[in-house]
């Protein structure tokens, strides 16, 4: 079991609200990850981090921001939800030192802008 | 820029046969390719990687090749069983050279194993 936790698990929320996704991994791992994936379809790099003060844009455009103050932390956040955000959001780990490129991911968290 | 196609958005097979999942891509050949297994509302779980020199990975009841030529991985379960049953999620490191880069997913293919 993967040490990588994700909250909400599931959260409805109105449009326009300002939402913050959190992403805890207790590895010590530098890399982390953020996933956006619908049903049915692949995961969609959204953003990366190498390490501490280190945020990157990923392969898929996305209106939600990060931060990396901390290694263990790397929470999303979206500035004003919209319907075109429900998704699932899936954040993932990998140690530097790990040898192979193996990702750990945590439950995800789905979801909904009505 | 790289294209990953998994063959079937579904499987489904008897208890006891072998689940072969076929992975192809477009471009690069990468420096790892990996198999990951999606259970429905879960994060995907890492089952093996295989690098481009090896031809044949193994762990347990599971098997990966790997054909540079062919641009395609093929993923073998063997002695399938209802736990099985999941998305299985081909995914190809960006990186061609050996550095390890960010992955690339597919769709993956719904696997359901009948008893």
Redesign the interface.
């Known amino acids: 079991e993967a040490d990588i936790y994700q909250t909400p698990r599931y959260l409805v929320i109105g449009t326009g609200k300002k939402i913050t996704l959190e992403c805890s991994q207790t590895m010590g791992h530098d890399k982390m990850y953020w996933y956006q994936q619908d049903p049915g379809m692949e995961l969609h790099l959204i953003h990366y981090s190498y390490g501490v003060n280190s945020t990157e844009k990923g392969d898929l455009s996305s209106e939600s921001t990060v931060s990396r103050i901390r290694t263990e932390h790397f929470p999303l956040t979206l500035e004003s939800a919209r319907p075109s955000h429900t998704s699932q959001y899936l954040c993932a780990s990998k140690g530097i030192l790990a040898g192979v490129n193996e990702q750990f991911f945590g439950p995800g968290t789905r979801l909904t802008v009505l | 820029s790289q294209k ?1 196609e998994q063959n079937s ?1 579904a499987l489904n097979i008897q208890e006891g046969k072998t689940a072969t999942l076929t992975c192809n891509y477009t471009n690069y050949s990468p420096a ?1 390719l ?1 198999w990951y297994r999606q259970d429905p ?6 089952l093996l ?1 295989i690098r481009e020199n090896e031809k044949e990975k193994r762990k347990e009841r599971l098997k990966v090749t790997f054909d540079t030529t062919l641009k395609q991985s093929l993923f073998h379960i063997t002695a399938s069983q209802p736990a099985d049953s999941a998305t299985y ?1 081909c995914a190809l ?1 960006t990186n061609y050279g050996g550095s ?9 293919t719904k696997l359901s194993v009948k008893p």
């Not at chain 2, 509302?41 to 890492?46: C, I, K, S, Y």
């Not at chain 2, 390890?100 to 993956?108: A, D, S, V, Y």
Request: aromatic residues 14%.
């Open positions: 990953i958005e790892y990996q509302g879960r994060g995907p779980v890492f990687l999620l490191d390890q880069g960010n992955l690339i997913f597919g769709k993956g």
